[in-house]
């Protein structure tokens, strides 16, 4: 075969293959670190139990220069800027040593974390951002209602989530400053934007950024829970100040306009199965459909509640 028919043959094999390998199978993994199958390598770990959040997973591409350091169980992200790194979250404490693993195999210098968000003050997500503040010297950037509960490590008395923490204290945590609701960091070109979303807990907050990838430009959301876990005995009728904030954060969560819908718990968005490319990384009502199965399962909580009340003699 002539040099020139084989050239002709190759170009027409490479077009025949773009057209036919589905359009996720073709992003590209920019950093030999990531995985490109991050759901095959947590395959075998339980998304329920609390052991997933503290067994290691390996690092891999969510989109543009967002990355998941986290752990099979728990969300960490990593957001490359021309200003330094962003962290967002950092998992439970035991997680700390993962997440700063991964962010080297990425080829990266945890050094080089300049800021670290939080999604809520919660010990599984916020326990690990004492030791990397420590290891990175990244200033800690509060939600709306997040700051005593960082810098006491002690959660709200208004969270219902209270008795479930025995055992599980949050170390402290020095927070540079309070984000208000809507409030802006910028830092190089990525502007993250957060929103108060108060339904899983007092201090929830979504956070929100642009991201580009080539030509194609999504807005990512890393929407934080709308589970609204409880003791039994507990009954959101006889708190009406925290029934309000869930309905709020519930309803808020669905306004938010985002192509690509990241969790806390990668298992609430099907997040890995999407960033190994096994289905669409984005969805036109992503956050809508996460929010809406929150309100579905909140709803039917109060009416159980309801349901159980003794009328009053």
């Known amino acids: 075969m002539g040099r020139a028919m084989f050239g002709r043959f190759a170009l027409s094999a490479l077009l025949t293959l773009s057209l036919t390998v589905p359009a996720a199978a073709q992003r590209m993994v920019p950093r030999p670190g990531a995985s490109r199958n991050i759901a095959a390598a947590c395959a075998g770990v339980d998304p329920a ?3 997933s959040w503290s067994t290691p997973a390996p690092p891999a591409h969510v989109f543009g220069n967002t990355w998941y350091v986290g752990t099979c169980g728990i969300t960490a992200l990593l957001v490359e800027t021309k200003a330094g790194l962003v962290l967002l979250d950092g998992g439970v404490p035991e997680a700390a040593p993962m997440v700063l693993a991964n962010i080297r195999k990425l080829g990266f210098n945890p050094g080089e974390v300049r800021w670290i968000l939080v999604s809520h003050e919660h010990w599984d997500h916020a326990g690990a951002l004492a030791a990397l503040q420590k290891a990175t010297g990244a200033q800690v950037i509060a939600g709306p209602r997040q700051m005593n509960a960082l810098m006491t490590g002690k959660p709200s008395s208004e969270d219902p989530q209270v008795p479930f923490f025995k055992g599980h204290d949050l170390l402290p945590v020095k927070v540079s400053r309070t984000m208000p609701d809507n409030g802006r960091l ?11 979303t108060p339904a899983h807990s007092p201090g929830s907050t979504s956070w929100v950024w642009r991201e580009c990838e080539g030509g194609l430009c999504k807005t990512l959301a890393y929407a934080d829970s709308v589970s609204t876990p409880a003791p039994d005995d507990y009954h959101f009728g006889d708190h009406p100040k925290r029934l309000g904030e869930v309905r709020e ?29 096994t289905i669409p990384i984005s969805a036109s009502n992503g956050c809508f459909a996460y929010a809406q199965g929150g309100i579905e399962r909140f709803q039917n909580r ?12």
Request: aromatic share 4%; proline share 5%; charged share 25%.
């Open 249 to 277: 954060g519930l309803a808020k969560m669905a306004r938010i306009s985002c192509d690509v819908v990241i969790t806390p718990h990668p298992s609430a968005s099907d997040l890995f199965r999407r960033i190994s490319g």
């Open 49 to 51: 139990s609390e052991k």
């Open 186 to 196: 910028t830092v190089g070109a990525v502007s993250f934007t957060a929103i108060a």
């Open 302 to 313: 109060l009416v159980v509640e309801t349901k159980s009340k003794k009328p009053e003699k």
